[in-house]
């Protein structure tokens, strides 16, 4: 079941909109759905950053002993989000 829509206008930079359409053009996609993907992304990453300010501070190092493992809490997160990204460890059932 495809999600009702709605028209928006809204004012957006001629040299974006040349790049846009470069853009769209090479990868074959409609603008619209270049353009809901983009602000469906940056929605996605503005809820993470607000989340990320709430619980900021939440955790003590006894918390998550992986952090002190490796040294630090910056390279326990690098090594999460490359597992994350490698799709072939993801579970298929």
């Known amino acids: 079941m495809e999600e009702e ?3 928006v206008h809204v004012r957006v930079p001629v040299s974006l909109i040349k790049e846009v359409n470069l853009f769209v053009n090479k990868h074959k ?8 993907n ?3 992304e940056q929605l996605r990453r503005e809820k993470a950053r ?3 300010r709430k ?12 952090w002190a493992a490796c040294g630090c809490g ?3 997160v690098q090594k999460m ?13």
């Open 5 to 7: 829509t709605r028209m």
């Open 29 to 36: 996609v409609t603008k619209t759905a270049f353009f809901v």
């Open 38 to 40: 983009a602000v469906a």
């Open 50 to 52: 607000q989340n990320f």
């Open 55 to 66: 619980l900021r501070g939440s955790l003590k190092p006894e918390d998550v002993p992986e």
């Open 74 to 76: 910056s390279k326990w």
């Open 81 to 93: 989000r490359e597992e994350e990204e490698d799709i072939s460890k993801w579970p298929t059932s």
